[in-house]
């Protein structure tokens, strides 16, 4: 088993040799229909939505916040500019009737500016900052609530300032102090550069406007973020979905291979990583389908040299060695097999015993390997007789046994005979100077009425044993009469 990385991937190697096949298994933390869920609060989907949207927020507020300064900014220099022009012309139409000391008319030209332009008031003092003449708005506070007019310095004069209101209510406004000088004077065709200072004009803007286009523009910003985030939801959520379903795709891919369908593919077609991932998941797919084809062959040849191995130790375990034909074990369950199904189909079975008369002489005499050539001999000579649903064993030292399944005991007698025929001819021919015979005994079912199998072969090992004791070299059917050995 092996586990890749920490992405709930893993992969499991699994199979049965009997069964011919090995598969690889992939489970999958996050799967569907039932199965585990990824949590939504984690899926991929919402964290990347979430993601997005944050970033398009952050750009929308920084960009509304960057505009809304410069807005603010552009309206308080704005507002600047325009007290500092007023002031300016203001200072300008006072000179001719400060410089004849007319102060009716300068009272007049501050009511009137002071009513006609957006002016809190308009307050003329002269170079000690007594005041001289002046008028407010009719909008506008009171002067006692304006800062106290008095020296200014040079490097402030025509600069607006920005001042609290003395009402104590946090209200502020822009004041900014011009001054009032005598017009330049001719000598001689040549205009003079020195001027007198007559004194100041003192005028004040209120800043509610600020506020109020703060106010408008804080509303503005406000409903175009909320557009704006609107649209980056729905927008995050499509570029995010186009993302996330080819991975979607990919995963449904890995839980078919994973349940063993090794022939399905990523149908994902792209050039960016999410299609590498797809074409690494379908090479490991190609590789896995190719190892699987490559191990189930293998199991299989395996299995069946297994199965051919077993069946020789099996047949090895089941013979004799020294004659080639089956053991007296592999006989009894094979007699006991056939036993069975002649009773349960009603038909005969028969059973031969043979032995080699006089072996021991012939061993005394020739040696025991001449006696192991003999019961090869009667070995061979059996088995060539035999039909292919016959059986051959080799019952003890110098005996031997046949069964014949659906055969009477006067069939197996004409065995018998060709057996002994054939042995008298293979003898003369391989081993002309001993003299060796065979004493048949022969049991059917239905001639000693066997009741089981082991009837059946003391049957015909009583017929063998009266074969003997009639001399030797004859054929003894059970249940007939003894009868001697062909010529």
């Given amino acids: 088993m092996r586990t890749h990385g920490d992405q709930g991937i893993t992969l499991r190697t699994e199979g049965s040799m009997a069964e011919g096949s090995t598969y690889t298994s992939i489970e999958i933390a996050s799967e569907v229909d039932g199965r ?70 300068m009272k007049q030209l501050a009511r009137d500016v002071a009513n006609g332009a957006p002016l809190l008031y308009v307050v003329f003092t002269d170079v000690d900052g007594i005041e001289l003449a002046a008028a407010r708005a009719r909008s506008g506070p009171p002067l006692s609530h304006a800062r106290h007019f008095g020296p200014i310095s040079l490097a402030a004069l025509g600069t607006p300032l920005m001042h609290k209101s003395a009402t104590g209510d946090g209200s502020l406004y822009l004041d900014v102090a011009y001054p009032v000088q005598t017009a330049p004077t001719k000598a001689a065709g040549v205009e003079s550069k020195e001027r007198e200072l007559l004194g100041y004009v003192w005028a004040g803007k209120g800043a509610d406007r600020w506020q109020q286009v703060m106010s408008s523009k804080l509303d503005l910003v406000v409903g175009v973020g909320t557009l704006v985030t609107s649209i980056a939801i729905v927008l995050a959520f499509l570029v995010v979905r186009r993302i996330i379903s080819p991975l979607e795709a990919l995963a449904d891919m890995m839980l078919q291979f994973s349940r063993g369908r090794l022939d399905v593919r990523s149908a994902v077609r792209r050039h960016d990583e999410i299609g ?7 090479r490991m797919a190609d590789q896995h389908q190719q190892t699987h084809e490559r191990i189930v062959r293998l199991n299989s040849e395996l299995e069946r040299r297994v199965a051919a191995r077993t069946e020789q130790l099996r047949e090895l375990a089941a013979r004799d060695p020294l004659t080639g034909v089956y053991n007296r074990r592999h006989f009894a369950e094979m007699l006991e097999r056939s036993f069975s199904e002649a009773q349960r189909y009603n038909h005969d079975v028969s059973c031969i015993m043979l032995d080699a008369d006089d072996f021991k002489a012939v061993n005394d005499q020739f040696g025991h390997q001449t006696g192991d050539r003999l019961l090869i001999m009667i070995a061979e000579t059996i088995t060539g007789q035999l039909r292919t649903a016959d059986v051959a064993a080799r019952y003890g030292g110098d005996e031997f046994i046949a069964l014949l399944p659906q055969t009477d005991s006067s069939s197996a007698q004409v065995l018998a005979e060709r057996i002994k025929e054939a042995f008298a001819r293979t003898l003369n021919g391989d081993l002309p100077g001993i003299k060796a015979t065979l004493s048949v005994g022969i049991a059917s079912v239905r001639s000693v009425d066997a009741a089981d199998a082991e009837a059946l072969i003391r049957g015909a090992d009583r017929a063998m044993y009266q074969a003997k004791e009639m001399g030797k070299n004859h054929i003894v059917v059970a249940g007939n009469a003894p009868r001697p050995a062909s010529a």
């Fill in 36 to 105: 585990r869920l990824v949590p939504a609060m984690s899926s991929l989907q919402l964290r990347a939505t979430v993601l997005v949207v944050a970033l398009t927020l952050c750009v929308a507020g920084g960009v509304s916040g960057y505009f809304l300064r410069s807005g603010f900014d552009l309206v308080r220099q704005h507002d600047r500019d325009q007290l500092q022009q007023t002031a300016a012309m203001v200072a300008k139409n006072a000179a001719t009737p400060w410089a004849s000391g007319d102060f009716d008319a």
């Fill in 276 to 282: 590498q991932l797809s074409s690494a998941f379908n």
